[in-house]
Antibody, heavy 118, light 107 residues
Framework: EVQLVQSGGGLVQPGGSRRLSCEASGFTLGLFWVTWVRQGPGKGLEWVATIKQDGSEKYYVDSVKGRFTISRDNAKNSVYLQMNSLRVEDTGVYYC???????????WGQGTLVTVSS | DIQTTQSPSVVSASVGDTITMTCRTSQAVSNYLAWFQQKPGTVPKRLIYISSSLQSGVPSRFSGSGSGTEFTLTITNLQPEDFATYYCLQHASYPRTFGQGTKVDLK
């Protein structure tokens, strides 16, 4: 069964850091681009970052550039989102999703809640 | 950056109705436009990709059309399980942008 299993959410203070993980099972994650999407409380979906299969290309939304880093370890079938200098407005549910050319986000992780609060 | 705008924000409808929602992009995106359905507390689900290709397993009452800057999602014979929020996504360029969502609720 194709699955993306996420971990790493939780409560963090403003200015703090958190690393989210997204591990694939049932398929080889290294064959896919992977994206992180977030959703603030009561808000819509927001694209956050995307990484190419070999990690050679990475893209970020402006609001997280310089603070968040997307990376991957294909040997572990996993993708990560390192979040530094967290702000209250980064609070939300973070989803990972796999992507193929012309066919984005057919499978999603279960989502993980990150709460940035003092 | 490409702006992606959905309308209307809310559609009030009844079971059996046919409804249409629109997604407009500020620049042409060819047919690189997908639609997702999300119910409260659940993971988004892809319905349509490349503007009009139906995701496997999605009922045929869902259909998408459009190219360039204007796209539509139509749901015919609305079913109780279709009451949800729908998002479009342009994936022609980075940053990817979602529309703000169209909520379908019960009239």
């Amino acid at each position: 069964e194709v699955q993306l299993v996420q971990s790493g959410g939780g409560l963090v203070q403003p200015g703090g850091s958190r690393r989210l993980s997204c591990e694939a099972s049932g398929f080889t994650l290294g064959l896919f681009w992977v994206t992180w999407v977030r959703q603030g409380p009561g808000k819509g979906l927001e694209w956050v970052a995307t990484i190419k299969q070999d990690g050679s290309e990475k893209y970020y939304v402006d609001s997280v550039k310089g603070r968040f880093t997307i990376s991957r370890d294909n040997a572990k079938n996993s993708v990560y989102l390192q979040m530094n200098s967290l702000r209250v407005e980064d609070t939300g549910v973070y989803y990972c999703a796999r992507e193929r050319p012309l066919a984005p986000y057919d499978y999603w992780g279960q989502g993980t809640l990150v709460t940035v609060s003092s | 950056d490409i702006q992606t705008t959905q309308s209307p924000s809310v559609v009030s409808a009844s079971v059996g109705d046919t409804i249409t929602m629109t997604c407009r992009t500020s620049q042409a995106v060819s047919n690189y436009l997908a639609w997702f359905q999300q119910k409260p507390g659940t993971v988004p689900k892809r319905l349509i990709y490349i503007s009009s290709s139906l995701q496997s397993g999605v009922p045929s009452r869902f259909s998408g059309s459009g190219s360039g800057t204007e796209f539509t999602l139509t749901i015919t014979n609305l079913q109780p399980e279709d009451f949800a929020t729908y998002y479009c996504l342009q994936h022609a360029s980075y940053p990817r942008t979602f529309g703000q969502g169209t909520k379908v609720d019960l009239k």
